[in-house]
């Protein structure tokens, strides 16, 4: 009888020692993955996370928009990350009961590119839309070849949201067949930088000095056009969650809608929840 209380105080260090800080709220593992287009973002505040919290290991994966949905549904990963909307088959089941929560926590501009050695600047989004549909290639007598996201890609489907479908019309015009297609944002950047005629999307936060960003509509991507609403190329980025009941999925959450967290982004060309037109 002499020794119960020793033992037990030597399993419950041992336990400790096993979660590797005993007392910690947040001692674990994060998995968050799908959209290739918000994977840096999430990677850069997991980073500026980890510092805070040297107890937790996030990882960050890619994989697609389809992808942080499944593995949202799924359990694979603890927050999916989603550069689109969501269907509604993927965010309600046949009741009408939701599946998946939502948080949006930045908004992303997408900016028309083209090669710096292109004489546009400006591009009208009739022009974008018969150039991407296929239905013309040149723009003033210059040839121009269309680079595009795969099918699945959030930012692709979003792209074809706000561009593809002309106003007052239901019909939304598929991306042509005879688009070169790219799975990464990196990839688009890398093709358009090389090529004098080539014309793509990409994240405004992704676009170095190798490309130039054309005006749409002579209204330049920015986070004020965005903000005033006169840019219209814009996309929400969303974690996604089965349940709400993971305490370390929602304190990084918190941090990444916290003022830290939101001027992290916003510094890599991100607007932030605070200041965008949802």
């Known amino acids: 009888m002499g020794f119960r209380y020793p033992i037990l105080a030597l399993l419950t260090a041992l336990t400790c020692l096993s979660l590797s800080s005993c007392g910690k709220n947040h001692a674990g593992k994060l998995i968050l993955a799908g959209s290739n287009s918000v994977q840096p973002y999430a990677a850069l505040l997991a980073e500026a996370y980890e510092v805070k919290n040297p107890e937790v290991k996030v990882t960050v994966q890619g994989g697609g928009s389809s992808t942080g949905v499944k593995s949202a549904l799924t359990g694979t990963s603890d927050i999916g990350t989603c550069s689109r909307e969501m269907t509604p088959e993927e965010e309600f089941d046949s009741n009408g009961e939701r599946k998946l929560e939502k948080v949006v926590f930045a908004l992303d501009v997408i900016s028309i590119i083209a090669n710096v050695n292109s004489p546009l600047t400006n591009i009208s989004s009739e022009q974008l839309r018969n150039l991407f549909a296929g239905r013309i290639n040149r723009i003033d007598n210059y040839p121009i070849t269309i680079i595009t ?125 605070t200041e965008s037109i949802q």
Do not use: W
């Open 149 to 273: 996201r795969e099918e699945g890609s959030g930012t692709r489907a979003s792209f074809e949201k706000s561009v593809m479908k002309a106003p007052g019309s239901k019909k939304t015009d598929r991306i042509s067949n005879s688009a070169l297609v790219q799975d990464s944002n990196g990839a688009i950047r890398e093709i358009v930088a090389g090529d004098p005629h080539a014309v793509s999307y990409l994240s405004l936060g992704l676009v170095d000095k190798r490309v130039k960003t054309l005006s749409v509509d002579n209204v330049r991507p920015t986070g004020e056009t965005v903000k005033n609403g006169s840019y219209k190329i814009v996309h929400r980025f969303l974690f996604l969650l089965k349940t709400r009941n993971n305490p370390l999925a929602e304190d990084f959450i918190k941090f990444c809608l916290s003022p830290e967290g939101q001027d992290l982004v916003a510094k890599k060309g991100l607007i932030k929840v």
